[in-house]
């Protein structure tokens, strides 16, 4: 079986690598934490495009979104305009839909927290966790080195068991030179790989150098997928907290 | 003087010993026929329970639908599928189904949505006929759902109030509707309890946007074999998948046949013990007889003679005391389909197991070969009885069984 193969290799891994404190700067905690920053910073504001793509349909959204620490965020549809002013508020660990049509706001349950958000290959899930990734598992730098022609570091992470966490494995590749992402990998619990979040376009935005488009590909579906590119972005803008309101959601 | 003429007038004669082994088969075969009937209407009940709210006999899917359940593995333009399983003397119910979000308040639930031909339902099916509260659908009336009692519990709602629906509709848009409660199932089995959001064809499609299709047409033919149905399901719809319930579901199918082979253990065993009753009876009639066999082999009887005499008697007594038996047990049985046995005193209101739900009312259902059964085991567990005593006396010395007491 590989994926037995694999856990023995990377637990071995692990545990040779923290027998062995990394002497190298940064530590992997630093790059997982600057990893989770890299799209939150205080607040943030701006606009993406987010293409899906599946066996059936393909559509595009654009949607503005706002963004204050980790607890707080909300998207908004602006086009197609079928879809106009649809809206997800997500404080905390709860979730809210905003649907104009029918002009109801209505709470997402948790049974439903790992549903496809608006139809894509995210999950309500990924939106709403606020946990950060040091936090929630185990890690330690798995390699570094050259791989396919760029200098990467890569950074294992295993679930803590107590922690409420969905996947059984987490690689995050890094460029070694900017600590930028290259490739997410999410393996499910029996280590199976279940989707890969690729990052492109690394370019200045809002102040910040960072790869601009992220695109994910569930591993049981090759040919689908969701492409979310950011179009504008600012970041540490003051934000009301009025803003993440249910009051909010609805105007 | 035939054998026959002979056991007549000896059984005319001795008319107390006569009535009491005649009552024993004879009461016998009348359990053994009510005991087989009762039992196939309880299998017959189970089964209806099973078919008759929304699986029916057979189902047909698009290929694929019944590993996936995707939207988009569908049966296209399902029309002129149901009318020609129609003129074939089927009934058919098409359906659709998806799944998504119900929201009330700040309770919301997922559901699973089946579109439904309202008066194709109410023709085929008995679903209509559980409601706990409110109406079943008509075509004109739009915008309503009928829930399962769980899942109307779980957002807390009665007939007549708003619901939202939230579903990715078939071209990935999000597709959301409001709806008004139109009534609330009954408890007819787990899953349709627990995630069940009855609304028209139409309102379906215009919430999930999938055009003219069926994910699923039922059908039924309640007189009919099962495999023959499945058969002509799938010779009409040749792209389609047939399947009957048995197929669809079994677990349950096999625990039927469980059950089916444990009544039958049950009525063997029953068999067994009034077999002995009447063995019993047929010994002691003819042991009280050896001494009278006795004076007819004195006289020149051949032992053949007394072997044939005996048994010929033991089979004409078997012979009408099974005719009585088999047509008492027969009408009983009968009387029983129409008057059935409630057992409403030990269950309270009927019980439900793994989907099924079975009401209080017990109905028997008697079929031709009950009474063979029945009746053709007596006749041998008769002549049986009456040949081992019939041999004894026959191999007799005359003077020892003269002086048998």
Known sequence: ?251 | MSPLHLAWRNLARNRGRTAITGAAVALSTTLLVVTFALTEGMLNQLVDSITKHLVGHVQLHAPGYRAERSLYAAIAAPGALVAAAEAEGLRAAPRTYGFGLLSHGTKSAGATFIGVDPAREKATFELWRQLAAGDFFTAERRGQVILGSRLARSLNVGVGDELVAIVQAADGSLGNELYRVGAVLRSVGESLDRGAALLLAADFDQLFLTGDVAHEIALTAPDRPLDEVTTLAAALAPDAEAKSWRQLMPAISDMLEMSRALMFLFGAIFFLAAAIGVLNTMLMATHDRVRELGVIKAIGATPLRIIVEVTTEGLLLALIATLLGGALGAALSLWLESHPLDLAAFSGSGFSFSGLVWDTLWYAKLLPSHVVAAVAPMWVASVAAALYPAVKAARLDPVKAMTHV
């Not at chain 1, 879809?83 to 439903?112: C, H, Q, Y």
């Not at chain 1, 080195?145 to 059984?168: H, Q, S």
């Not at chain 1, 030179?177 to 280590?191: H, I, N, Q």
């Open chain 1, 1 to 251: 079986m590989p994926t037995r193969t694999t856990t023995t290799v990377a637990a071995l891994t692990l545990a040779a690598l923290c027998a062995a404190p990394a002497a190298a700067a940064p530590s992997a905690r630093e790059l997982l934490d600057r990893f989770d920053d890299l799209y939150r910073g205080e607040s943030a504001h701006g606009t993406m495009t987010m293409k899906v793509t599946t066996a059936h349909w393909t559509r595009e959204l654009k949607i503005e979104f706002w963004s204050k620490g980790r607890e707080r965020s909300l998207a908004r549809i602006l086009a197609p305009t079928k879809e106009k002013g649809t809206a997800t508020l997500k404080v905390d660990n709860d979730m809210w839909n905003f649907l104009p049509k029918v002009d109801r706001v209505i709470k997402i349950p948790s049974s439903m927290m790992g549903d496809a958000w608006m139809g894509s290959h995210f999950t309500n899930d990924d939106l709403v966790k606020e946990s950060r990734m040091a936090d929630d598992f185990t890690f330690a730098i798995s390699f570094t080195g050259a791989r396919d022609g760029r200098e990467v570091v890569e950074i294992t992470c295993l679930p803590k068991p107590d922690a409420a966490v969905v996947w059984g494995k987490v690689v995050i590749e890094l460029e070694a030179k900017s600590d930028l992402p290259l490739r997410v990998r999410y393996f499910d619990e029996d280590l199976a790989e279940a989707r890969v979040m690729t990052f492109a376009n690394v370019r200045a935005v809002g102040g910040r150098t960072m790869p601009t488009q992220m695109t994910i590909v569930p591993s049981d579906k090759p040919s689908e997928s969701t492409v979310v590119t950011y179009d504008q972005i600012r970041f540490d803008l003051p934000l009301d907290d009025s803003l993440f309101s249910l009051r909010a959601l609805q105007r």
